[in-house]
């Protein structure tokens, strides 16, 4: 990237290393992630994932809750003091005590609704993990404002490898669904005990109601739009439990969800992690905001139309590789999730614009234009009674809200709708020259691993060589981040 004027040295040089660490993290922790996820996939049955499936619900909304939006306030605050990191703290630790106590005496009713006592201890132990991660929400939202990720990128690594192997090891016992649960306990420990035991910061101070007022605003607009974007995430979830009522479905669902996720919300999170406090601390400047907005949106695109292509590209035999035929049925909602998650990181991204120029209201809007288009979708495809067509119409939802948010922020951040567009489409079209040449290489073999390793080979040969040919200047940019060679102006 060129060297700005407004932009400090310091400030380029903490925003590389930001990203490069994300990408590390995100890397690293989803190969653990996968290699463990192939383990569990083999030998658990569909219904321990759909038990987990239950659990994970409830605990979204109790996640949520406890940051209660907090955390992302502190992010996009310009200077946040010591007394608003201790607040925070403070306050989210009573929080999450509070709602632990209320699911711990709801655990019977949640056996009760799915007819399976097992979720009671289930419940129990699973839902500790909300109140662990919760300790540390603060370490991790300081480091991200500081852009010293290295030390996230480490905890989290460490924690799925040490998580991973128990979790591995318990379900090769015969433990089934209690493999998962302690996995996800012990992960949230992990973590935050090394933030804790490296980390320096403790806090320093009770509660203070000046620093609440100052973070209030933006905090609980981050918690409304936090609980209905959780609420229309597990609405799936919700109505495949209800409406078909076996647990084999919400496997099946939550196996595709899983790993189309692995793609979509690694870069979203790479993005929020890197780019938002660079963001916020351009705020006051709307040329210097504009031409970030420029990087980010080409940058993005870079990333996202290739990897999620071209996990939809190589579903079919990834999935027959990694698992044989015990998950056919997960295959087609796979590859329609990923593309899917090409809107939902857009829409998150342009959500972060609105989010680090404080625009409150519009984060609002913009979830209950994305909750609404999720329930008429599900409304129009639940009654035909086919996982297929009701992820159809997710995609659909998600397409809309897409068009509608890239609209409303366009004008919020005063950057016109055309260039909006015009900084994505040549990675679009790379992208799609990408799948076809992915599907292509594919149908030269039938041998699953023989047909995968060819359409990833293919697939990232034509995308890299469209990328010198058009002299993408991201390549070597997302070169120079990964290996380090970014210069020190």
Known sequence: MNNDTGEGPSLKLRTARTLKWNTIDRVASQVVYALVGIVLANVLSQEDFGLVGVLLIFQAFATILTDSGFGAALLSKEKPTAADYSTVFWFNFVVSGVIYTILWFCAPLIAARFDNPELIPLSRVMFLSFVINGLAI???????????????????????????????????????????????????????????????????????????????????????????????????????????????????????????????ASISQILTASFVPLLSSAQSDAERFSRYITKINRFTAFLLFPVLGGMAAVGEPLFHTLFGNKWDAAIPLFQILCLRGIFVVVTSLHVNYLLSLGRAKSLIVVETVKDVLLIVAILSTIWFNSLTILVWGQFAA?????????????????????????????????????????????????????????????????YVGIAILARFPELKEAAGFLLGRFRRR
């Open 398 to 462: 998600s397409f809309l809200t897409y068009v509608i948010v890239t609209v409303l922020t366009s004008r919020q951040i005063s950057y016109p709708l055309g260039r909006m567009a015009g900084d994505m489409m040549p990675f679009l079209i790379a992208g799609l020259c990408m799948g076809c040449g992915a599907l292509a290489a594919e149908n030269l073999f039938r041998l699953p691993l023989l047909r995968l390793i060819a359409g990833a080979i293919a697939g990232a040969g034509v």
């Open 138 to 264: 603060v370490q991790v939202n300081k480091l991200m404002k500081d852009m010293n990720v290295r030390p996230l990128a480490i905890s989290n690594t460490m924690a799925l490898i040490f998580s991973g192997g128990v979790g591995v090891a318990l379900a090769l016992m015969g433990y089934g669904a209690w493999a998962l649960v302690w996995q996800t306990v012990l992960l949230a420990a992990f973590k935050t005990s090394f933030l804790w035991v490296s980390g320096k910061w403790r806090p320093s101070c009770m509660p203070r109601l000046d620093s609440l007022k100052a973070i209030w605003k933006v905090g609980i607009s981050v918690l409304t739009t936090s609980m209905l974007n959780t609420l229309c995430l597990q609405l799936y979830n919700i109505v495949i439990a209800a409406f078909y009522k076996t647990l084999q479905s919400l496997g099946i669902y939550t196996q595709a969800d899983k790993w189309s996720k692995m793609g979509s």
